[in-house]
């Protein structure tokens, strides 16, 4: 691999490239000159400009769902404040004692205390974060 590269890189490979010669060659370099300048204002200008704010609109996505991914922590935080002093989970656990123990027992391994947990914990998040405007 290496002594093809060497070989490729002592070989040379020659460009041809158009030659002006007289005057129909320089008013064909003039002319390829306007054509160059025409491609550049009218073709790449104009993709850098689309690069360009396809860069900015990616970039301002980018921030917007880290802005959201901050913004759900820090209101997770605040719902679990709240969570803790309404105390939930141990007015479950008192009103669960309540229940026959078969009734109890099939809601235990059902889960849906637990189930019943999670569903207050993401009301309560969602009513922080309406309440924070978002």
Do not use: C
């Not at 009218?42 to 690069?51: E, F, H, K, N």
């Amino acid at each position: 691999m290496k002594k093809l590269l060497i070989l490729l890189l002592l070989v040379p490979f020659l460009a041809t490239a158009d030659t002006y010669t007289d005057v129909g060659g320089a008013s064909q370099m003039v002319a390829d000159s306007f054509t160059d300048l025409w491609d550049f204002m009218y073709t790449d200008v104009p993709d850098l400009i689309q690069r360009a704010i396809a860069y900015f609109i990616t970039w301002s996505i980018k921030g917007k769902l880290e802005f959201y991914k901050v913004f759900i922590v820090y209101a997770w935080g605040m719902a679990k404040v709240i969570i803790l002093d309404l105390n939930i989970m141990s007015q479950i656990t008192s009103n669960m004692s309540a229940l026959p123990v078969d009734v109890r027992q099939a809601f235990i391994d059902m889960r849906l205390f637990d189930g019943i947990n999670l569903l207050l914990h993401a009301s309560v998040t969602k009513f922080v974060m309406n309440f924070l405007g978002k």
